[in-house]
């Protein structure tokens, strides 16, 4: 592969909009494993948030990837490859980043703790709107005696 085919599957890579349109694999060969992962981001990303049991194998599999991800791209910059190895390489890194920002994406992983969050956020609205309804200080103090 010449420098300059290599200086552009990189930028290619790095590109902010590469993931655009991009699908992530079928399967991608991590660590000498082999993993469904379209199957698992899929299924991951099915339910919105990451159940509690899920959270430390997701995290896994986003360390994994990221690892992965690295080791090819690396090899892109460093390795004696062919101009073909070197896209099917790029290829397969922008799916990995395509199944990244799925997983990054995921919502909060605690509902409970969020719906509390929000409850409480109303309960102050709340408060506030009937301080100023009844005529009562921002300070608490009232106005009796009318």
């Not at 992965?68 to 790029?90: C, M, P, V």
């Not at 995921?106 to 703790?113: S, Y």
């Amino acid at each position: 592969m010449q420098e300059y085919e290599r200086k552009q599957l990189l930028e290619r890579v790095e590109r902010e909009g590469a993931t655009v349109g991009a699908d992530i694999p079928e399967t991608i060969t991590v660590q000498d494993e082999e993993i469904d992962l379209r199957t698992f981001v899929f299924e991951i990303k099915r339910r919105e948030t990451v159940p509690s049991g899920e959270r430390e194998r997701v995290e896994q599999a986003k360390r994994n990837l990221r690892r992965e991800r690295l080791e090819r791209l690396e090899r892109i910059e460093e390795g004696t490859i062919t101009r073909e190895e070197g896209e099917a390489l790029a290829q397969s890194i922008i799916g990995i980043d395509r199944a990244l920002n799925a997983l990054e994406s995921l919502g909060p992983t605690d509902l409970e703790r969020e719906q509390q969050a929000k409850q409480a956020q109303d309960r102050k609205r709340w408060m506030s709107f009937l301080k100023k309804a009844l005529g009562r200080e921002d300070d608490g103090a009232s106005r009796r005696g009318r």
